[in-house]
Nanobody, 115 residues
Framework: QVQLVESGGDLVQPGGSLRLSCAASGSIFSFNAVSWYRQAPGKERELVASIISGGSTNYADSVKGRFTISRDSAKNAVHLQMDSLKFEDTAVYYC?????????WGQGTQVTVSS
């Protein structure tokens, strides 16, 4: 059974930075894709960023140029570096990993952007 554990969520001021981490119980390179999603109160869960097995990445338009997704082989983790945070980035952030027909989720980590 694959387990994903997110960490790094916190309260931060607008314009600040956070780095979220998603640690996997299996090798991160065994997944077809690892993604970060987020869900704000009263809103649907949305895709934020993905990194595909070959290393290519894609981002939601709302975070392009501010967020960076990367793999860390030493820690067997996927990170989401979030810079220039805005109020509207406030949400619970979830790590998702796909391996063929299987879809795995972490428990989520809260990011709150507030002054």
């Amino acid at each position: 059974q694959v387990q994903l554990v997110e960490s790094g969520g916190d309260l931060v001021q607008p314009g600040g930075s956070l780095r979220l981490s998603c640690a996997a119980s299996g090798s991160i390179f065994s997944f077809n894709a690892v993604s970060w999603y987020r869900q704000a109160p009263g809103k649907e869960r949305e895709l934020v960023a993905s990194i595909i097995s070959g290393g290519s990445t894609n981002y939601a338009d709302s975070v392009k140029g501010r967020f960076t997704i990367s793999r860390d082989s030493a820690k067997n983790a996927v990170h989401l570096q979030m810079d220039s945070l805005k109020f509207e980035d406030t949400a619970v952030y979830y790590c998702n990993a796909k391996r063929f027909a299987f879809n795995y989720w972490g428990q989520g980590t809260q990011v709150t952007v507030s002054s």
